[in-house]
């Protein structure tokens, strides 16, 4: 357990009037890595990461690594081979 862990609120307090998709039916949440973005007070645009106890660095990795990966291969699916400016193999 990290020292922010001690000072942890409820997801619903901190999350306030963020919406997310249901999990599974029959599932129930165990942990969460949350990217977070802000406005900042300046009227920019700031990042958060929010990372509760019951996730280790090990997991967060793989959470990380696999997520990325399936981004990839969703842009990839996403490519079009018929690309008229593309050369001829």
């Given at each position: 357990?990290?020292?922010?862990?001690l000072?942890?609120s409820?997801?619903?307090?901190v999350?306030?009037?963020?919406?997310?998709?249901?999990?599974?039916?029959?599932?129930?949440?165990?942990?969460?890595?949350?990217?977070?973005?802000l406005?900042?007070?300046?009227?920019?645009?700031?990042?958060?990461?929010r990372?509760?106890?019951?996730?280790?660095?090990?997991?967060?990795l793989g959470?990380?690594?696999?997520?990325?990966?399936?981004?990839?291969?969703?842009?990839?699916?996403?490519?079009?081979d018929?690309?008229?400016?593309?050369?001829?193999?």
């Amino acid at each position: 357990m990290n020292d922010s862990a001690l000072q942890a609120s409820p997801v619903e307090e901190v999350l306030t009037g963020l919406r997310i998709p249901p999990l599974p039916e029959g599932t129930s949440p165990a942990g969460l890595l949350a990217f977070v973005k802000l406005h900042e007070p300046d009227g920019g645009t700031g990042w958060s990461v929010r990372v509760t106890a019951e996730l280790d660095d090990e997991e967060v990795l793989g959470l990380l690594t696999g997520y990325v990966e399936h981004l990839r291969q969703a842009a990839a699916a996403s490519w079009d081979d018929s690309d008229p400016t593309r050369a001829d193999d």
